[in-house]
């Protein structure tokens, strides 16, 4: 069974090695950090399950932090640890996006509780989640963040882009593409799809740096 991985920020270094201790004895996988510097890269290259993080943190207010992120699109569960233990401060935490708020000092094994019952509520909430290069696509929720900015899609588009991006590296007819998308086959050109195509671009790559798509002669289309 693949053990769930959290990723703990906290800037005291005694009180991250005990909570990198307690939790790997509780049957997790745990990366420490004293910092957010590395922090959305490693959302963006591990599977992270939950994040551990306290509000005093250097350069950075926790709180506002996490704001960012979930601006970003990441739904990563998130705990906050911290001393900051005011019913204000609470809210903000939970305004920001926190799914719990623990305030120190605390008890490691209430602690291990709140993980698991975060980790189980979230899990069952959780939506899936389709990412290539820099795009980042919701299902449930219809969105789309290019490059971590919101971007709005008409309902056709975001299909449209899903299926690419379910399909990547393969190359996509024009009839393929109006029987699953539009949902008809004959009642539509071929126009019709390199006209949606043109207009997705325009949207996910307004400068026309990026070149997501790639055009195959008398095929179709692909991702690049």
């Not at 449930?140 to 379910?166: A, G, H, M, N, P």
């Not at 949902?183 to 043109?198: F, L, P, R, S």
Request: include cysteine; charged fraction near 35%; hydrophobic fraction near 40%.
């Amino acid at each position: 069974m693949v053990k769930p991985l959290i990723a703990i920020i906290e800037d005291e270094e005694d009180l991250l090695e005990l909570l990198e201790f307690h939790l790997k004895k509780a049957d997790f996988e745990v990366e420490g950090f004293l910092n957010v510097q590395n922090i959305e890269k490693l959302l963006k290259e591990e599977p992270i399950d939950l994040l551990l993080v306290d509000r005093n943190l250097p350069g950075v207010e926790g709180a506002e932090f996490i704001k960012r992120l979930r601006e970003k699109g990441y739904a990563t569960p998130v705990i906050f640890l911290t001393a900051k233990s005011g019913d204000k401060e609470k809210l903000e935490g939970f305004e920001a996006g926190a799914d719990d708020y623990i305030t120190k000092p605390f008890k490691f094994e209430e602690l291990i509780a709140r993980i698991r019952a975060v980790l189980k509520r979230t899990k069952g909430e959780e939506q899936e989640v389709y990412q290539y290069r820099d795009l980042i696509l919701k299902p449930k929720s219809r969105e789309l963040f290019v490059d971590s900015e919101s971007v709005e899609l008409t309902k056709l588009e975001f299909y449209l882009l899903l299926e690419f991006i379910k399909n990547r590296h393969i190359v996509l007819s024009r009839e393929y593409l109006l029987e699953t998308v539009w949902g008809a086959c004959g009642e539509y050109q071929d126009k019709t799809v390199n006209v949606a195509i043109k207009r997705l671009r325009e949207k996910i790559d307004p400068d026309k740096e990026k070149n997501y798509f790639r055009s195959v002669r008398g095929e179709g289309y692909t991702l690049c």
